[in-house]
């Protein structure tokens, strides 16, 4: 397949130039920026030296379109919303890495994102592989999920399913690493405010926060999430601690294995033992998600989840990538069976 790449400038930009670079069924044939327009990716992305010899294009969505036979869209929110329809248009398959179609309900992006949605009338398909690989298959647009949603919703999902935990008290602690922030340095991302620190941000109205209950809601309708995301001083990674409150007298073996049962033949989805915690440094620079800990504090009836991943691939391009494989009839897999880069 030939693809084209909006926004490849940036982080998530980046990573899908790596992951496709070696799938062997596909090949990139436009990269836009309009920042680095004629310069070599290898001047904004150096890892690809001598693996991807091409430049940066200035091309417009539609030109894109005519010459790729699927497109990726990792722009900022607000700037998907006017490139998707044109690629529609031209017949072209996409996946947005972008917030602007993740919502079913348009009126929850105006509200978090501070933005007028300019296509209400266009409906996308949410981009979890685990929970919509059927609707995923047959889809022409795709939003990716944002990575503290992967997180908190894969975390979740199974024992919301299982109606083990109080829908109504959940609490989803996050940390991510600082490339979560973007390319782009800020007062919240460069070295001297990053590093030595952990700092919490947008603690009641984070823009993931209705996503997470988005998704979670159709395991039960009474699901109410506490979201607090951190800043870590780490380059890539995410863990996220799940506090939930049991329904049921389970033990953390019955936990698992209901998470085990959940998950069977899913391939990036791996569960750890009872009492195992995982590491950022097992999955980075993969595309999977590992879920551990099940640990019960039986005093308080509270059991403890811990999902972890890297925010830049599972989190954003190896997860696109995984569901334009779906969309394209591979192999879910193909191009994405990297081991982490531990320690």
Known sequence: MKIGIIGASG????????????????????????????????????????????????????EVALRSDFVFTATPHGVSMKAVPKILEEDTKVVDLSGDFRFSDTS??????GLKHEHPEISAIYGLPELYKTDIKNANLVANPGCYPTT?????????????IDPARIVVDSKSGISGAGASPSLTNHFCMAHDSVMPYRVIAHRHLPEIEQGLRQFDRDVRISFVPHIVPV?????TTIHTFLKKDVTGQD???????????KPFVRIWAEGEIPRMSASRGTN???????????????????????????GASGQAVQNMNIMAGFDETKGLKDIGLHP
């Open 11 to 62: 982080y998530t930009g980046g990573e899908l130039l790596r992951i496709l670079a070696k799938h062997n069924a596909c090949e990139i044939v436009c990269a836009t920026s309009r920042r680095y327009e004629g310069k070599e990716i290898s001047r904004v992305h150096p890892n690809l030296k001598g693996i991807l010899d091409m430049e940066f294009s200035n091309l417009s969505p539609e």
């Open 108 to 113: 929850r992006y105006e509200k978090y994102y």
């Open 152 to 164: 908190a919703i894969l975390g979740l999902a199974p024992a919301l399913n299982a109606g083990l």
């Open 235 to 239: 380059i890539r990674g995410m863990v």
């Open 255 to 265: 936990v698992r294995q209901i998470y085990s049962d959940f998950y069977r033949r």
């Open 288 to 314: 999977y998600l590992d879920i551990g800990c099940f640990e019960i504090d039986e005093e308080r009836n509270r059991l403890v989840i811990v999902a972890v991943h890297d925010n830049l691939v599972k």
